[in-house]
């Protein structure tokens, strides 16, 4: 088992948590930690695919340009997902493409 030093700064706070009853051990908090950490890293690791993926996509079918956007923000479809999520906005946009 790998000994982890841990700063001042963190130890007190590790410390904090056993003290309000949340947690057993300063163990117990470090893997709570770390899974924070592990959940993070896959999902830096899935944005990034789709950032890749997204390019990919550009490359082959041609980038949008702000003057697309505009056109297709200012009809039909666009002004209904005013307040929607970056992810509805991007699902709608590729299904219902700018004439």
Known sequence: MPNISLTPELERFA??????????????VTRAAFRLLQD?????????????????EGERDGFAQIADLKTWMAGPFGSSLIGSSPEACCA?????RPA
Not at 15 to 20: F, G, H, N, Y
Not at 92 to 96: E, H, L, N
């Open 15 to 28: 410390e904090a948590r056993v003290r309000s009853g949340r947690y057993d051990s300063v163990s117990e």
């Open 40 to 56: 993070a890293e896959q999902q830096r690791t899935g944005f990034l695919a789709m950032l890749d993926a997204a390019e990919a």
């Open 92 to 96: 709608a946009m590729t299904s219902k």
